[in-house]
């Protein structure tokens, strides 16, 4: 009965701090929230978190003990949306928005994505509501991170890193998507358009081990179209010297670099002769 009261106060409180933001001036809290949104495969995964500040105090292991469930963050739990299904550490996850819960210890962490994401802290946390839990390791960092933070890093078409600071401690959950199917599906679709997104595809079948060949073809297509694009060359060179050619490429850099000096274009002269270098070893 006491943690009822407990929790139904806490939720006046924060209903009223927010009728009183909407309606009127207002004091910023001492842990700030922030949303980080990430584009990852064709969807998007976004994080709603608020960042505590160390303040001379001892984190893990002082104010936030090993072995218990954090909100990972202040104030509400922390929050994070796939817009589609995404594999987290090994784990198929459904599109859906989850509280993300931590259990930090000293050398590995205990994450938690669980179904219940309306919550105010860990108070009413409960494990039955668990979509998945997993361990990651706990690193420690030569440099001190004042503001909790989230953030991605990594990013590809196909995995990515979510990481967390905070004082001294890092930890990061490794992410992966599989759209592929789909994407060679859109790519396939849109090029029986009008506006075919050349480089876009190009890059994509290149950075995904695709038909080259066939980019080779978009890439003779792409060029009667756009005769003075030095970046249409660039793929061509990077693509020719993918596949062994070398000669070819260094062809096609050749004339990138010829063309973005007519043009005037620093930077593929630049990558452009990055190609060239390479073809030539």
């Known amino acids: 009965m006491k943690k009822f009261i407990h929790l139904l106060i806490i939720a006046l409180v924060v209903c009223s701090l927010n009728t009183y933001a909407?309606?009127?001036?207002r004091i910023p809290g001492s842990s700030s929230t922030q949303t980080i949104i990430q584009d990852f495969g064709l969807g998007k995964i976004t994080v709603t978190y608020s960042r505590p500040?160390?303040?001379g105090r001892k984190i893990f292991g002082g104010i936030q003990p090993y072995g218990q469930v954090w909100r990972t963050g202040a104030n509400w739990a922390t929050t994070i949306t796939f817009t589609e299904e995404t594999?987290?550490?090994g784990n198929k996850v459904p599109a859906g928005t989850y509280a993300l819960f931590t259990i930090p210890g000293e050398k590995e962490w205990t994450i938690i994505l669980n179904k219940n994401a309306k919550q105010w802290g860990a108070y009413g946390y409960k494990q039955a509501e668990d979509q998945v839990r997993f361990t990651v390791p706990a690193k420690i960092r030569p440099e001190k991170r004042e503001s909790f933070t989230m953030g991605f890093s990594n990013v590809t078409t196909k995995s990515a890193e979510l990481y967390m600071v905070w004082d001294l401690t890092a930890v990061v959950i490794k992410l992966?998507?599989?759209d592929d199917a789909q994407i060679v599906a859109n790519i396939d679709e849109l090029m029986k358009g009008e506006k075919k997104p050349y480089f876009d595809a190009i890059q994509y079948y290149y950075e995904n081990n695709h038909d080259l060949n066939k980019a080779l073809g978009w890439v003779a297509e792409a060029e009667k179209a756009h005769p003075k694009a030095p970046w249409f060359k660039l793929w061509k060179a990077r693509i020719l010297l993918k596949q062994g050619n070398n000669a070819g490429a260094?062809?096609?850099?050749?004339e990138g670099i010829n063309i973005a000096k007519e043009t005037k274009d620093d930077e593929y002269i630049r990558l452009n002769e990055g190609v060239l270098e390479m073809a030539k070893k």
């Open 22 to 25: 909407q309606e009127g001036p």
């Open 53 to 55: 500040n160390v303040k």
């Open 87 to 89: 594999t987290v550490e």
């Open 176 to 178: 992966a998507t599989n």
């Open 250 to 254: 260094i062809a096609a850099a050749n």
